[in-house]
Each structure stands twice: as structure tokens, then as C-alpha cells.
């Protein structure tokens, strides 16, 4: 089920009423109503009366369709898995906080690896209970939890919590993001068990991007963007941050994966992000 925003009109208080009932876990039952209530077909058996029951959302749909009203977004929380390469495989996720007006798309992706007997997850964002991606994370355990930059701790404290896997990340973080847990600091030229190797963007902003040798991958948290193709995110250190990426040519990867927009990249696109204009919203 691909992740994203399911555009729902302008019923305006499906969101609210969704969260109200607990039902925001379940990503399967929330695309359910809310496709039900964007068609105007509200089916009682779509509708569970812990949802407030079809007549609640007719109710809505009817106070709330009207010329002048505003048309909002309603953010569902669903997943998509991709698998890239043997022990490589991605997973994407809405945002639980994203907003308009965040500065990046709403999508973002995170990362599991197998290398040299480990299995990390990288910038991971916890999924729905019953998810596949959790299946997958069951059935090979991650050994360890890597934050690729201070704002991206996302749900490292969720995966040491259930796994007992080993931390790694920034030694700086932002006052309102700190994680519980804590992470054996990374920085550029840290090797990491498995054989992962923490590089340096030239950005200035503490990400750690990392080098994937068994799969030939670099997986980025915000150095690069997918937007209308990939793209260097701007930063006042431009001029410092596009020879520190050019560096990176120096290693054999055949793969780019990034957190944010369309996530998986070749070589060429790299190349060409180096003389493209960087990317600003």
C-alpha cells in the first residue's frame, strides 16, 4: 500500500474523528473510512461503530461539503516496502508530525541492511502493529539502530526497547528530540560492526551518511533530496558540501538512498545532482 496523503474533499473533521476513536494504528481501516466518506458511500460494515458509526461521518459529510469550506488533507498511515538488493530493503511511512509547510514531503524512508552477520535499521519510523515491515524486523532482528542525523531519532528508543539492539548516532542532538536511549556516538570515519562506514557531507549539520560495501549502497538522511530528481538539499555551506559529496565518487556505490522524496537513486543521478542547483522548498 503506498504511503502518501489521500485527498478527502472537504470533509474536514474525518482526521479528528479517527484519531478521537484510536484508530490511526490501523492503516488498512482508516484508508476504509475515509474512502467511504470521499465516495459518499458510507457502508456500515466499512464504518465500525467504535468509528463513531457511518450516520456520525454522513453527518459530517453533509454540515461540512459546501462552496466556501476549505479543502484539507487527511494523512494516512500506511507503508510501502521495496526490496533493493539481496539483505537490502526500504520501508516509507507518513510522517506522524508532518504539517504543510514542513519543508519536506510528507513520505519519509527508512532503511534495514544486512553486512557481515548484523542486521541495522536506519533512521527507522516504528510502523503500524501488524505491519509487514514489523514481520520482517521479527523474523531477523536488527543487532543495531543508527541515527543518520540529530532530528532523526524517530523511533530508535521503540527498536533497542523490542529488539535489544545496540545504538549509534550523533553525540549532539536538538533539547525537544533526545533520545532515551544511549547511542554509541558516530562521526564521519567511524566504522560501524558489519562493516558500515559512517561518512562526511560537508553540510555541517552532524548527518553521518552511511556506506554500504556488501550492497554498494549510500544511504543519506537529508545531505540529498528526491524532488523533481535528486537534488543536493540546499545549505549555506553549498560551497562546502558539493566537493565533500564529490569525494564520495571515490567509492564504488551503484545505489543512493535518500530519506525524503522519490528514495532510491542510481550513480548517474548522483553525478548529476553534483551540478544541478541545490534543492530549497
Known sequence: MPGGVLRCGRVHEIEAAVVEAG?????????QIAGAVVGRQVDPAVVPPEAGGPDYFREIEDATVREDGP?????????EIRDLDDGLWIWRLSYPDWHEGAGWPEVVTSTCVESGGEVAVLDALAPPEGSEVWGRLDAKPPTMAV??????VRDVDLIVGRYGAR???PWLFERTNIPKTEL?????GSELPGGLRALY??????????????????VFADALIGADE??????PHIERARPALR?????????????HGEPVHDRAAFERALELPSWSE
Open 247 to 259: 569525494e564520495l565518487l571515490e567509492l564504488p556505490f551503484e545505489r543512493v538512498i535518500v530519506a
Open 71 to 79: 479543502v484539507l488533507t487527511f494523512p494516512i498511515v500506511t507503508h
Open 230 to 235: 535528486l537534488r543536493i538539499w540546499d545549505t
Open 167 to 169: 545504538a549509534f548516532g
Open 201 to 218: 557531507d560537508g553540510r555541517g549539520r552532524n548527518e553521518t551518511p552511511l556506506w554500504l560495501p556488501e550492497q554498494r549502497t549510500l
Open 147 to 152: 541515527v543518520l542525523k540529530p532530528d532523526h
Open 184 to 188: 554509541e556516538e558516530i562521526e564521519p
Open 23 to 31: 484508530l490511526c494504528g490501523d492503516a488498512a481501516l482508516v484508508n
